[in-house]
């Protein structure tokens, strides 16, 4: 295993679970310090177990005050090479079915939550530090059941073009992780039914013809997370088996 991450710390916003924990495991074992959050109890505790290395931060990305008490939890002196900003709440449903309580939850955890932090966080990037945003290919599907879902991470692609720029003065580059259909355990908390409708809209558009591993995700977003990408900004970078073929 290469050292692309050492002497580097690296903070992975919903790094206790899916693609964020297989980055955050990817980046201790290439030497680097890596810190995660997360808000689900049993997460956050299996988190602990497998990454003991890592440091785990309790933090509810839709929180008005989750970038405050991010930073108030990694002190005022933390330096950043690295910041994924990873944690993100799917939702489906019918458009005529949206409520108020709904979309704000959501707008909360997908769109607010990430620009606070890059906001509040910014201070703590070192000079050539790189910012990953996950999306989703979502956005470009045109599903019938994620209208809203697909709106938020759409927004957060519009916002990475525009931190790309106001960032590069910096030597901080910033960069979106679109990932398609991807085994995370997502679709086992749906019902069969939405379940089999899920998989016919999209896998069976897949030319790869599968989902992907959490890990094939996170091998992504690890190489725009290093130096590897020192050239890289204001991208995006699709994971979805061709789905999109952007």
Partial sequence: MSARFGGKRVL???GTAGIGLAGAR???EEGGRVIVTGRHPERIAAARDALPAATVIVNDAAAPDTA??????LGPDLRLDGLWLNAGEPVLGRPEDLDAEVFDRLMAVNVRGPALTLARLAPCLSAGASVVVTSSSSVYEGA???PLYAGA???LV???RSWATAFAPRGIRVNTLVPGPIDTGFRDRLGDAARAAFEAFVLDRTPLGRAGT?????AVALFLLSDEAAFVTGAQYPVDGGLVRR
Avoid: S
């Fill in 12 to 14: 992975i916003t919903g």
């Fill in 26 to 28: 990817r980046i201790v």
């Fill in 68 to 73: 405050e008490k991010l930073a108030e939890a």
């Fill in 144 to 146: 019938a059941a994620t």
């Fill in 153 to 155: 991470k759409g927004a």
């Fill in 158 to 160: 519009a916002m990475v």
């Fill in 214 to 218: 959490a890990d094939e995700a996170a």
